[in-house]
């Protein structure tokens, strides 16, 4: 009976690492959520510039859809007008997010190193795979031995920061509006050349 | 005028505060539904979330081992998302930006909530 009751508490304790990893990066995540939430979300020229993109998409659209049909040479122009328009909205986004995006950077960056102490040169997980270029130098940074299916804390914080949180941010709804593409720094626009 | 399944861009989703009207579950499975392109890209995104969680747990439990099994779970899920909408919704992809846009959705955290399901120790 005793025999029996052990295999399930080894393979907790096999993956404790991974998990500790998965539960500190989970915190991480709702903590920087809470805090962009505080900073940018709730603020009224974040509400006004994201519903001022969404109002540009759509109305951008809708003319596209119109135009596939009629060709004329104001409505060209105007769905230039609203393509500046939306790009100069979320360049402004982007530029807001930016500057309040520094402090989440910072927690992120405290976070990173506090895992990095408690793991160092540890490996916290097995890849089912052999990796291979850059993506070895990233899953087995700091480890030794030859075993490249070893994953380092770096490489699982990478993959646990990017599915939690944008699955979080999508949750809350805090995820960028689809019209938003420009970010800081737009491509020229090859019409106005 | 005829109405067809695409993305009505015309209000019939009533914005109060910003917020969508209430989501049926029920028109997950209508082929008679209207989307509006958020709500389709959400739907497809959670699919696929839903999707490579399940398949790494099952996959790092097995194990399989290989990087064969990474791609197939792309093709797997790519297949399914396409299937989805083009065989059960019945969506009319250039509406939604084609279907290069309907297969990206969630693409990317996809592939890492899948790593990161099937990393074993």
Known sequence: ????????????????????????????????????????????????????????????ETMKTDTAKITKKSKTKKIDRVETSLKESSRDLSL??????????????VVFGLLNSLFEGKAVAKLPFKPFGLLVKMSHRGLQGDDSTDCSMAFLYFLCSISIRTNLQKFLGFSPPRGASAGLFPMPDPKTN | MKEGKSAKLNGIQQHQNGHLSPFKFAKLLDPEASWDKDQLGDVLHWIRQAMALVCGLLWGAIPLVGGIWFFIFLVISSGVIY???AMILKVDEEEFGGHGALLQEGLFASITLFLLSVCGK
């Open chain 1, 1 to 60: 009976m005793v025999s029996m009751a052990m295999p399930p508490m080894f393979a907790a304790f096999k993956y404790s690492d991974s998990l500790r990893v998965v539960g500190i990066s989970i915190c991480t995540a709702i903590v920087c959520e809470a805090i962009s939430w505080v900073l940018i979300y709730r603020t009224n020229s974040y509400k006004s510039l994201r519903s001022s993109i969404d109002k540009a998409a759509k109305k951008l």
């Open chain 1, 96 to 109: 807001f997010k930016f500057k309040s995006g520094a402090v989440v950077a910072l927690v992120l960056f």
């Open chain 2, 83 to 85: 299937g989805y909408y």
